[in-house]
Nanobody, 124 residues
Framework: HLVESGGGLVQPGESLTLSCAGS????????VGWFRQAPGREREAAVC??????TTYFADSVKGRFTISRDDGKVYLRMNNLKPEDTGLYYC?????????????????????WGQGTQVTVSS
């Protein structure tokens, strides 16, 4: 299963890096995605990355502020200039089958494995 970490309470404008690790397996392969669910709202895709063709999806609300990376078998979400509206439960997901995000969409149902989430709260 997947385990997210790195969440916490930060002030607006600050940065945070979330990590996602597989329990006994590497996340170097397959598609990976970071999704988030704000209180009272549906879960949405924030950033998704394809290992097959290198395409990356960014939600409009995070473009220019969030980046995704892989290193040492883990997946990271770097979040800069955080805003109160970034508050939510952040989930990591992976999918072994080839996914592409060249059409600028990231479908949650396409991902087969999910973590339990890590809470990010942005508040002054």
């Amino acid at each position: 299963h997947l385990v997210e970490s790195g969440g916490g309470l930060v002030q607006p404008g600050e940065s945070l890096t979330l990590s996602c690790a597989g329990s006994g397996f590497s996340l170097d392969y397959g598609a990976v995605g970071w999704f988030r669910q704000a209180p009272g709202r549906e879960r949405e895709a924030a950033v998704c990355s394809s290992q097959i063709d290198g395409t990356t999806y960014f939600a409009d609300s995070v473009k220019g502020r969030f980046t995704i990376s892989r290193d040492d078998g883990k997946v990271y979400l770097r979040m800069n200039n955080l805003k109160p509206e970034d508050t939510g439960l952040y989930y990591c997901a992976i999918e072994a089958s080839p996914l592409s995000f060249q059409d600028d969409t990231c479908i949650q149902l396409a991902f087969g494995s999910w973590g339990q989430g890590t809470q990010v709260t942005v508040s002054s």
